[in-house]
């Protein structure tokens, strides 16, 4: 790994599911890839095709894997699908907020609750959504409240998977924009998955196309668009609307 | 989202408990006459000015002995449910979410426990160590711990899948704190109903084991003993028995309506 350029690099790991002494199975096949500081890189495919095993995987959330792979970064944080399940129902947007501050012991109260107020308002909310309760907010509102919380950390890498997968047009435009923003200015990292090439066309500079747990192509996002050459890149590329040659 | 319509169980349910627990906080304070005094004048007198609900075979005022001795059901039902709870709840979060060993270990002790019927786990306590309060507190603590811990395991396996966990996980959290300040607030909503609903088997429990001799001791009032006492004198006195008894079914019909009424509100 080139520790200066890449953030992330992935060399021949295969991921398994399932429990060690029953219905073990392979679920991700010899992937290599590699991210550098500051990209953005989409990861596509369909659905059960091992999208979020792999981030899963990278974040040491699923452990049953054989090869390499080395974050040059702390704490890589995760945008979730689903903006319901992603925040905790029974605590204040404040104190999901201040949690990860608080969990590494960083900085004192009033300061943690300035970062707080500081962080909402960066990613479009007022600071007094920080006494709200999750469930007093809409999906897009939820969504911004998990990129806050993902990003109050300065991590260097982040991931999200299929963060607009359940919004509605105009805020998954917002959502894309806001992502855009945190990037530039923050220097992020980024994976970002989806089963939707249009979006991956708007946000990202390179893009591995995964099926079945192989990853079946893997370029520039203007390459593979003008020229794909697995069957599952036109499959997608023919569901977005956007076969080659065609403007979306 | 938690409903704000009002539940009518709630309402009714509060109002019983309300009433009664009142009642016996001011029998914390006073009570109309002292419970163990005994009076040769006065037994198995009937309802008067003096006596609002008669007195028992002894002379003692009926109503003073109910206003104490439903605080030591009450008292003994509090303490039961907490150490039942707190180690069912530590149980269950436990097994619940790291699974494996943990899981299966602790959980055969539970299925184990879980076989010993109420009672014969107080004989066995009482045969050991003798009969009193902290006795049933700990024999029935004991017998309520599987429950507990069934209730908080499977809501643990649950929660502990959402993806909030793992952005606790990712945000720095462990374990203990991913399981007591993130997932157990969770499982509140199922809970609370348990334990309002332990509440009330603990209640039944310590009066069944006092009213066969082994909790509560003479001369201490409780709704178990005072029902014992006044078997025999079902007909000569029917009020030493009615008191006590329309007492424990209010007490257990309150909090089994408050239980409903709970269980409603927290539907989310």
């Known amino acids: 790994m080139n520790e200066a350029e890449n953030i992330l690099s992935v060399q021949n790991v295969n991921v398994f599911h399932g429990s060690k002494t029953a219905k073990r199975r392979q679920v991700l096949f010899d992937m290599s890839f590699s991210l550098k500081r500051g990209e953005i890189l989409g990861v596509v495919g369909e659905s059960g095709s091992g999208k979020t095993t792999l981030v899963k995987t990278i974040l040491g959330i699923n452990n049953d894997y054989k090869g390499l792979i080395t974050v040059g970064c702390e704490r890589p944080q995760m945008v979730f699908q689903d903006p319901y399940s992603s925040l905790n129902p029974s605590r204040k947007i404040g104190w999901l907020l201040e949690e990860p501050l608080k969990n590494n012991n960083c900085y004192a109260k009033v300061k943690r609750r300035k970062m707080v107020a500081h962080m909402l308002e960066r990613v479009g909310l007022n600071a007094d959504y920080a006494m709200r309760y999750p469930y007093q907010l809409s999906g897009g509102e939820r969504q911004r409240v998990s990129i806050a919380a993902a990003l109050i950390q300065t991590p260097r890498l982040l991931i999200a998977d299929e963060p607009v997968s359940s919004l509605d047009p105009k805020t998954e435009k917002q959502i894309l924009e806001l992502l855009k923003k945190l990037h530039r200015e923050m220097g992020l990292s980024i994976i970002f998955i989806s089963h939707d090439l249009r979006i991956i066309r708007q946000l990202c500079e390179r893009v591995l196309v995964i099926s079945q747990g192989v990853i079946s192509e893997a370029g520039r996002v203007e390459d593979i668009f003008a020229q794909p050459q697995a069957k599952i890149t036109k499959r997608l590329l023919k569901a977005a609307g956007m076969e080659m040659g065609a403007n979306a | ?268």
């Open chain 2, 1 to 268: 989202m938690i409903r704000r319509e009002k539940d009518i169980n709630l309402i009714i349910g509060g109002v019983i408990c309300a009433v009664l627990l009142s009642v016996m906080a001011i029998g914390l304070f006073v009570t109309p006459h002292d419970p163990n005094t005994m009076n040769a004048a006065t037994r198995f007198a009937g309802a008067s000015g003096t006596h609002l609900l008669g007195c028992d075979n002894f002379g003692r005022d009926t109503l003073s002995r109910v206003m104490v001795g439903s605080q030591t059901t009450l008292m003994v039902a509090v303490l039961t449910v907490f150490f039942g709870a707190t180690l069912g709840i530590v149980m269950g979060a436990l097994t619940g979410y790291f699974g494996g060993v943990v899981d299966e270990v602790l959980m055969r002790i539970n299925d184990a426990l879980f076989a010993f019927p109420v009672i014969l786990m107080v004989l066995v306590f009482v045969s050991v160590i003798g009969s009193g309060r902290s006795t049933i507190i700990i024999a029935i603590g004991i017998a309520f711990v599987p429950s507990f811990a069934r209730i908080v395991r499977s809501e643990v396996v649950k929660q502990r899948e959402l993806d909030y966990v793992i952005a606790a996980r990712l945000s720095g959290a462990g374990d203990g704190r991913i399981i007591f300040v993130h997932i157990l607030p969770n499982t509140l909503s199922t809970l609370l109903p348990a334990l309002i609903i332990g509440f009330n088997n603990a209640i039944l429990a310590e009066t069944g084991m006092s009213y066969l001799g082994i909790g509560v001791q003479p001369p201490d009032p409780s709704l178990g003993r005072m029902l014992a006492e006044a078997q025999t004198y079902l007909f000569r006195a029917p009020l030493m028995t009615l008191v006590p008894g329309l007492t424990l079914i209010l007490l257990i019909l309150g909090f089994s309506l408050l239980s409903d009424g709970v269980t409603n509100l927290t539907k989310r």
